[in-house]
């Protein structure tokens, strides 16, 4: 059966959505944050933690950030704000105030060696080890994304439990049994989430498990930017997720 994508809907129509209790899951990069040439050049509006403060009173505290990202780094980029999250790829979890959780997860040494190698040859490839999961960036060296993907490919094959992810200029390996989604479905058991309607707002391939887990659950998706996707919803680009923000907190 051919599913039509969803065609893009102002952040005014896509608050409608909201008119039930909500419980509302983001993802950082692509979506809160403008990408940037390198992991560590992102810049937010100085407005965003303050927003997303607000929001989370707005949502009764259901509300959290699911990210490929460390949650470390979610919490400096936001300071001094520390929202419930989900770091690298829900590797890591984090209740707003409790401690941080990390999975157990595979060794990834191999894979880290290959990388490394790669990096020592070309100092435009930026390599990100972090629990359970290494990414490696080619966005400054475009030419380079079937080397960095034939690269990661062969050096994940023979490890058990881990799988390789292509998302936006970057090639990353991770756990196989830990995704954005199953980060969601977790959350969606512990209160403040339990018996809200799940809305997750995603740009990436990383983020299409979000996107079932929420479907699973009655909830809704919301796509940013283009690219094929599970989301029933979808939005142009993160200053229009910003917007949409702010109209939910009027
Ligand atoms: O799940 P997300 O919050 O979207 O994180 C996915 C990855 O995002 C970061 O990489 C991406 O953003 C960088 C900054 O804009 C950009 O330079 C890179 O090309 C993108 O792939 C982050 O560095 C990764 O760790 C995340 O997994």
């Known amino acids: 059966m051919h599913v039509s994508p969803p065609s893009f809907s102002s952040p005014a129509d896509l608050s409608d959505l909201f008119a039930q209790p ?85 060794s990834l040494t191999a894979v880290e060696a290959a990388a490394a190698a790669l990096a020592a040859r070309d100092a435009r490839l930026v390599v990100e080890r972090k629990h359970g999961a290494l990414a490696l960036h080619y966005r400054q060296a475009p030419e380079r994304a079937a080397l960095c993907l034939d690269t990661m490919r062969a050096a994940a094959h023979d490890l058990p439990g881990v799988t390789v992810l292509h998302g936006k200029m970057v090639v990353e390996v991770k756990a196989a049994n830990l995704d954005k989604g199953g980060a969601i479905r977790d959350f969606m058991h512990l209160s403040p989430f339990a018996g809200r309607i799940p809305v997750f707002i995603g740009d990436d391939v990383t983020d299409e498990s979000g996107f079932a887990a929420v479907h699973a659950a009655q909830g809704i998706g919301i796509k940013v930017g283009a690219g094929t996707t599970l989301a029933g919803y979808r939005i142009s680009d993160p200053a229009a997720v910003h917007l949409l923000l702010r109209q939910l907190l009027n």
């Open 22 to 106: 909500s419980a509302l899951f983001l993802d950082f990069d692509g979506t809160l944050a403008e990408l940037a040439s390198t992991p560590d050049a992102v810049v937010l509006p100085p407005s965003l933690p303050g927003m997303l403060g607000m929001l989370q009173q707005r949502f009764d505290g259901a509300l959290a950030i699911v990210s490929g990202r460390p949650v470390a780094q979610l919490d400096a980029f936001l300071a001094p704000l520390q929202l419930t999250c989900a770091g690298t790829h829900g590797a890591e979890r984090r209740l707003a105030g409790g401690p941080l959780v990390q999975m157990p997860v595979p």
